[in-house]
């Protein structure tokens, strides 16, 4: 019997999503020279010319995620590796599964091991996570979207994971959309002066505001903002701000919602929800690669 559930193909096309393999590359170099440095003292103990199988499983039902970055940090430390994956990315994986075979000199193998798996686990742990979270609102005209709330150096890789998980991004960073928080108001003045603000420097930006309270909503409303963060407001509250928006805006609901509660909140009518968890709280998903 197979382990592999392959996800529906609206919520995650591996082809089209795979990541830049030369930026790809580039992390796997940086995360190599902080692990090997100047060379592994315990796989040169190995015979230079001992090749070796080895096979990666999972003991734990999980998303799969971060295959790009386990290949590359095995060829940049040996092309003569091969990589031969049972499942691919955005795939869910029963505990026991097999992942993939890799062949290759063993001191490559053995040098590279941690730090492929460190992206492997961590990534699928973001991927699992939003995964979860997504099912919990399964049915429901709702988006669950991430946050700027990264493992710092892993951005765009967690942001992949929460794909593959089934979630949305937001931003993914300063640089690409503009969300105006409490104390961007205080500076500028005001929410209607913030938003002016924005309009002029940058027409044609995605374009948000966070508010605090239903005043602050219809103010936000009638200053014509087109996607509004509703910053940790009650269940009653939420409603009652889908109500008073009548679609004018979207409406984003954040703010210490859990996989308890994301359910309640989504069914409140708001359009998405952003969870920091997804990418802040991760456990890495236990995997393991054995010689064989």
């Known amino acids: 019997m197979s382990h592999v559930i392959s996800p529906s193909p609206d919520r995650f096309d591996p082809i089209r999503e795979r990541p830049d393999p030369d930026r790809v590359e580039v992390q796997a170099r940086a995360a190599l020279d902080e692990d090997v440095g100047e060379g592994d003292l315990t796989a040169a103990l190995l015979p230079q010319d001992c090749f070796a199988h080895a096979e990666l499983i999972t003991r734990e039902s999980a998303i799969l995620c971060g295959t790009p970055w386990f290949e590359a940090v095995f060829r940049v430390l040996d092309p003569r590796i091969r990589i031969q994956w049972d499942v691919k990315d955005g795939e869910q994986v029963a505990p026991g599964a097999r992942l993939c075979q890799l062949e290759g000199p063993a001191r490559a193998l053995l040098t590279g091991e941690r730090t492929a798996l460190n992206y492997l686990q961590t990534l699928s742990g973001t991927a699992t996570l939003t995964h979860r979270y997504v099912e919990a609102v399964a049915g429901l005209d709702v988006q669950i979207l991430d946050t700027r709330k990264t493992i710092p150096g892993l951005r765009w890789p967690q942001k992949y994971a929460v794909r593959c998980g089934g979630g949305h991004n937001h931003r993914l960073g300063l640089f690409d959309a503009i969300l105006i928080k409490e104390n961007h108001i205080l500076a500028a003045g005001s929410i209607p002066a913030a938003l002016a603000a924005a ?10 505001i966070e508010v605090e309270s239903l005043d602050e909503l219809r103010i936000a409303l009638d200053a014509g903002a087109p996607r509004i963060l509703l910053d940790n407001f009650g269940l009653a509250e939420l409603r009652r701000a889908v109500a008073i928006t009548a679609r004018r805006a979207q409406l984003e609901a954040s703010g210490g919602i859990s996989l308890k ?14 969870v920091g968890a997804l990418t802040k709280d991760v456990r890495a998903v236990d995997l393991s690669m054995r010689l064989v």
């Open 199 to 208: 309009r002029t420097l940058y027409p044609g930006v995605p374009l948000e």
């Open 261 to 274: 509660t994301v359910r309640a909140v989504a069914e409140t009518g708001v359009d998405q929800i952003s």
